[in-house]
C-alpha cells in the first residue's frame, strides 16, 4: 500500500530497536539479517533471539515501499547480510532487486501465504501494485505462522548449534499467534466494516466480518486517484447511516478524503480502529503491535 506524502529520497537505513543501533559487523558472532521492514525484521528478531543482529531498510511508519529508492548502502547491506526477508508480492519490489545473488538465503512471505493470498493474476499499475489480490500478508496470521516457521529453518541451517533455541523461539511465536486467532476468529460474524485502505483485508477476514468498502473507494485510495463521486457518497453513507460496525483506518495513508471519512464515523459514533503498515514507535515486537490491533478490533466489533 502506498504511504503518501513519504520523504523516501532521505530515509535513512535503521537497525530496528529491539536489534540495537550499532552497525553490523562480521565479526560480533551474530547472524546478520536484512529486512525490507521492520515488521518482518521483527519476526526475524522473535525467532533468533540473541544470535542474529536485524537491519531493517524501512523503519518509518511514513516510508513508501513503492516508491522508495535504494541506495549502494543497501545493496552492501543486502549483499554481506546472511538472510535476508521481504514480502513480495509487489509491495516492496525495490527489496527483491537487491538481491543480486542466487547463494543468498531468502526468505520471501508472500508465497507462503498459501491458499489465504492466492498468486497474482492481474497487471500492476505504474507502482508496481496488483489490485487483483492483497499482498498486506502480514495481517495474515497463518502466513506470519509459515514465516517464523521458515525463519527457523533458516537460521538453523547457519547456526546448527542453536537449532533447539530457534525451533522453540519459533514454537513459542507461533503459540502466541494461535491465542491472538482465537480472539479473532468469527468475533465479526453477521456485520459489516468498511477500512480506509485495505491493508487489514487478512484480520477482517479472520474475524468473519464483511468488509462493505466500496470497491472503486478502495482502489482509487491506494492508486491515489481522486474518489470517484459515487464511491465516496456510498463510503460516507456507510458510516453516516450506521451501516456498519466499525471502520478500519490506515493511519500511515490519511489524506483529505480519508480524514472526512473518519470524521463522520467518529461524529456518528462508528467505532474507528486504527491499524499501520510498520511497527509505530513504542512496540516492543511483531507480537507487541499485533496484540494491539487484534485487540481494539476484537473489542469494536463486539460492542
Not at 500478508?137 to 546448527?160: C, K, N, Q
Request: aromatic share 4%; with cysteine.
Amino acid at each position: 500500500m502506498t504511504l503518501r506524502n513519504a520523504l523516501v529520497g532521505t530515509l535513512a537505513v535503521v537497525s530496528l530497536a529491539a536489534c540495537g543501533t550499532s552497525t553490523p559487523s562480521a565479526d560480533n558472532g551474530k547472524i546478520q539479517v536484512v529486512a525490507s521492514t521492520n515488521v518482518w525484521g521483527s519476526v526475524i528478531k522473535a525467532v533468533g533471539g540473541d544470535a542474529v543482529e536485524v537491519k531493517a531498510l524501512l523503519d518509518d511508519p511514513s516510508a513508501d515501499p513503492h516508491s522508495y529508492e535504494s541506495k549502494p548502502a543497501d545493496a552492501a547491506l543486502v549483499k554481506d547480510a546472511k538472510l535476508v526477508i521481504f514480502n513480495g508480492g509487489g509491495y516492496d519490489d525495490f527489496f527483491a532487486k537487491l538481491i543480486t545473488s542466487d547463494a543468498t538465503k531468502k526468505i520471501e512471505a508472500f508465497p507462503l501465504a498459501d491458499n489465504h493470498a492466492e498468486p497474482s493474476t492481474g497487471t500492476p499499475d505504474a507502482d508496481g501494485h496488483d489490485h487483483s489480490t492483497n499482498e498486506h500478508v502480514w495481517y495474515d496470521l497463518h502466513t506470519v505462522e509459515a514465516v517464523a516457521e521458515a525463519a527457523s529453518t533458516e537460521l538453523s541451517g547457519l547456526a546448527p548449534d542453536k537449532k533447539a533455541t530457534f525451533e522453540k523461539n519459533a514454537a513459542d511465536f507461533k503459540s502466541a499467534l494461535e491465542e491472538l486467532e482465537k480472539k479473532v476468529a468469527g468475533v465479526g460474524k453477521g456485520k459489516k466494516v468498511a477500512a480506509t485502505e485495505p491493508i487489514a483485508h487478512y484480520l477482517i477476514e479472520e474475524s468473519g466480518a464483511e468488509d462493505a468498502t466500496p470497491e472503486a473507494f478502495s482502489k482509487a485510495i491506494e492508486e491515489e486517484a481522486d474518489v470517484p463521486a459515487a464511491a465516496l457518497a456510498s463510503m460516507n453513507q456507510l458510516v453516516e447511516g450506521k451501516q456498519v460496525t466499525v471502520l478500519v483506518e490506515n493511519t500511515q495513508t490519511e489524506n483529505q478524503v480519508t480524514k472526512g471519512v473518519v470524521e463522520k464515523a467518529r461524529t456518528a459514533g462508528v467505532p474507528v480502529v486504527a491499524v499501520t503498515e510498520t511497527l509505530p514507535e513504542g512496540v516492543t515486537g511483531y507480537l507487541d503491535w499485533m496484540t494491539k490491533q487484534v485487540d481494539a478490533l476484537a473489542q469494536a466489533l463486539k460492542a
